[in-house]
């Protein structure tokens, strides 16, 4: 009799379905059939050991994924099943926020901040303080914002109502926080990083609502647990305390959002924290042949942070992996362009099965220019995401405006289509709310008869939002959506504009919420809805099939497959980057030999390697082929294209170079000379940046010193008291410290994220008699 759950796997497959029980780990390969695996598991536990399908937790990283999950459970055990806990860790943390963020006081129709509704702030923000991109940038403020998030105990600004103080000597980037979280606070907002770090306070805050939720989780599965970033793991660790049956799946060979916080390390030690752990290995590719798994096996194995395996798989040799080493740019992108027609034609293939891949969106300018020479049609991954399209943006803000009447829904919508409502009116209105304590729309509400607010714009736009709130309570979400183009004008507004993609967009979003609600067999409700829209990410990139050739960053190809790929630009300083190189050493160049190896195996049939000389415009040198190219052995792939001896000598001398960079010759405590800052004390050895850190006594400061930089020497002469006996902190007190906050630190000592202590508590204790310190500022 045929088992729907458990046929079809493999031994190992099968082992880590049936290991239900305690700590486990599986290290799941490329191709390996990961998701069969766990689709599996979850359905396994559910009809064999009758366990009640919402007491099962599972974590991934993208709603796609997470879609997918739900979709292949309920085939194996029907749709009778609660599946809502298949979800992404930001999912899981919305809905644990519903039920209990009124812990904390606030409401539960929170509002969620996309991406762009944060570029919304800064706009805001750098107005106030009247400042541009020359001062500083989105992509700056947002990563430091970030960071902070991660590193402070900001919550308790937040959730003990405690304000700024003026501080001149504040970094502009701490000044543009300061007002950020501000915002956020009046406005009950919070971004992607606020969910996990709200979760993970109420929890540790609340011992009730944690056991709570630790006896209801029985079973908690993580997938693509190499991405897991020390608060997320940190938050699954914490779950499972109770029932101790945690499941992780991941392969950190894949590890490549180190730079967005991901900690590899958790699934490369899981079996250190928790020595019981049982590990599975499934390395059978089902994916790529054996040339190409030769190749991904052979680079990958340079890299330390990994469980060592092979990737194997039972498929014929298929054809040699190339390396085609151009002239210049242009040879490159023609002979990518003519290979797709080779393709095309020997191989009976369609142009959506060839996929381009690069390491920046830069790239695919001369391929798509040699693309459209040839008549090759292409499409472009990781272009404007659906829901943050304008139009769609518009409809989502005049739900949301109408539900929760957000500020920064009504600074979207109040003159969208023009209502004549300019720079003075929201000047007034803005004062109003200011002094009143109010949102924008109370404020226009309680003040509608002020002389300046009194315009025909404006009351039009309060009766409009009335009469919507009412329409609302009647009507289903895509009804009202209809209704909301109909009587806004935006209807008419996208007509004018001529762009029938903009009205082909909402039709879309339209059906999807029928769609949404047919699945549901019941209302949807509008700000639970408004919630999960904001979670979608840049990782939920749109692959419908198009017959066109495919191009993308290798980010956003992480877990999918494709018959033939391309990686274009493979050349040193662009992959690895040297950028992230420059920022995080060691660490960036092991992130960025897994970049490489997850490109290799996307690939099923054929991979390609191209690259071309000239000048690269990123390292402001000649370019080079990628020194990942020089680690493959020769025998693995077939060259076309002829690489100078200059090239070759070139990179042996690089190899030198690198292999003597990360030679430590002193140590903590060493006593050194500099040829300008004369004696030293060495105080960190940081060998995943290969740099020392250096206490200068002349000028009373610490430094970064290469590990190469060959003119730091040894003091002979250690009873020197004026170095031995140095400390800086006497003169430190009167000197302040302005530091660069986009600038790396050294790195700190490796803590472990399950040790529980009272003094990283966010909320200190106050009659410690401690003095209290700005959290955003550094220590002196």
Not at 138 to 157: A, C, D, E, H
Not at 280 to 290: K, L, V
Not at 389 to 403: A, N, Q
Request: glycine share 4%.
């Amino acid at each position: 009799m045929n088992d729907p759950i458990l046929d079809n796997l493999n031994p190992n497959q099968l082992q880590a379905v049936k290991t239900t029980e305690g700590y486990v780990r599986v290290i799941a390969g490329a191709g390996s059939g990961k998701t069969k695996a766990l689709t599996s598991r979850f359905a396994y536990i559910v009809d064999r050991l009758g366990i009640n399908s919402s007491n099962i937790l599972g974590v991934t990283f993208t709603n796609k994924a997470a879609q997918e999950m739900k979709k292949r459970v309920k085939a194996l055990i029907g749709d009778n099943y609660d599946v809502s806990f298949i979800t992404t860790y930001h999912g899981f943390c919305v809905r644990f926020l519903r039920e209990e963020i009124n812990k904390i006081h606030y409401p539960k129709n929170f509002i969620i901040l996309d991406a762009e509704d944060q570029k919304s702030i800064l706009r805001d923000v750098f107005t106030e303080l009247q400042i541009n991109s020359k001062h500083l940038t989105f992509k700056q403020v947002l990563r430091f914002i970030s960071k902070q998030k991660s590193t402070s105990n900001y919550l308790g600004y937040i959730l003990e109502n405690k304000s700024f103080e003026p501080d001149e000597s504040d970094s502009l980037s701490s000044r543009v926080f300061q007002i950020y979280l501000d915002k956020q606070k009046r406005n009950y907002a919070l971004d992607f990083d606020d969910l996990i770090h709200f979760t993970a306070f109420i929890l540790d805050n609340n011992p009730d609502v944690l056991l709570k939720w630790q006896e209801n989780l029985h079973y908690i599965q993580v997938d693509e647990a190499q991405d897991s970033s020390e608060n997320q793991f940190h938050l699954v660790e914490m779950l499972s305390r109770v029932h101790q049956n945690l499941f992780l799946v991941g392969d950190p060979d894949q590890t490549i959002y180190e730079w967005r916080g991901a900690k590899p390390e958790y699934l490369v030690e899981f079996d250190t924290i928790f020595p019981d752990t049982q590990t599975i290995i499934m390395n059978r590719n089902y994916r790529s042949t054996p040339n190409i798994l030769k190749v991904g096996n052979h680079i990958i194995k340079n890299n330390t942070i990994r469980v060592d395996k092979d990737m194997i798989t039972d498929k014929p040799e298929g054809f040699e992996v190339v390396h085609f080493h151009g002239k210049n740019d242009f040879e490159e992108s023609r002979w990518i362009a003519s290979e797709i027609k080779e393709i095309l034609q020997s191989e009976d293939a369609s142009y959506s099965d060839i996929t381009i891949l690069y390491r920046s969106n830069h790239l695919s300018r001369n391929i798509e220019q040699a693309l459209i020479k040839d008549n090759i049609p292409y499409t472009i991954f990781g272009g404007i995401r659906f829901f943050e399209r304008k139009e769609i943006k518009d409809v989502l803000s005049m739900l949301r405006l109408i539900v929760q009447g957000d500020n920064f829904s009504f600074l979207r919508m109040h003159n969208q289509p023009t209502r004549g409502l300019g720079k003075k009116f929201l000047e007034r209105l803005s004062l109003l709310a200011g002094e009143q304590n109010l949102s924008l729309l109370q404020a226009l509400e309680k003040n509608i008869a002020d002389k300046e607010l009194a315009k025909k714009g404006a009351v039009d736009f309060l009766a409009l939002i009335n009469e919507l709130r009412e329409t609302a309570k009647t009507k289903s979400i895509s009804d009202l959506v209809k209704i909301i183009l109909d009587k806004s004008g935006l209807s008419d507004l996208y007509r004018k504009d001529g762009d029938e993609d903009r009205l082909e967009n909402i039709k879309e979003l339209v059906n999807s919420m029928l769609l949404l609600e047919k699945e549901n067999n019941a209302p949807v409700n509008i700000v639970e809805y408004l919630q999960e829209i904001a979670l979608y990410t840049d990782l939920d990139a749109d692959t419908q099939q198009q017959d066109k050739v495919r191009l993308m960053t290798i980010h956003i190809s992480k877990g999918l497959e494709f018959p033939y790929v391309f990686l274009c630009g493979f050349t040193e300083g662009i992959l690895p980057s040297a950028l992230s190189i420059k920022e995080r050493r060691k660490r960036a160049i092991e992130e960025e030999r897994r970049l490489m190896y997850v490109a290799v195996t996307r690939a099923e049939k054929r991979f390609y390697m191209t690259d071309s000389e000239g000048f690269n415009f990123t390292t402001g040198l000649n370019k080079y082929p990628s020194r990942f190219l020089f680690e493959i052995s020769e025998e693995f792939y077939v060259r076309k294209g002829k690489l100078s001896p200059e090239i070759i000598q070139n990179n042996e001398t690089k190899s030198n170079v690198l292999q003597s960079d990360t030679q430590t010759t002193f140590k903590e405590g060493d006593l050194v000379m500099h040829p300008v800052w004369n004696k030293g004390k060495v105080k960190t050895v940081d060998v995943e940046k290969n740099q020392y850190i250096v206490e200068f006594a002349a000028i009373a400061k610490e430094k970064p010193i290469d590990f190469s930089f060959k003119h730091l020497t040894s003091v002979e002469d250690a009873n020197t008291d004026e170095t031995a006996d140095f400390t800086p902190q006497d003169l430190q007190q009167h000197l302040k410290s302005t530091p660069n906050p986009f600038e790396k630190t050294e790195s700190e000592p490796k803590k472990n994220v399950f040790e529980e202590t009272q003094d990283s508590s966010l909320n200190k204790d106050k009659d410690s008699g401690e003095e209290e310190k700005k959290w955003w500022k550094p220590w002196s």
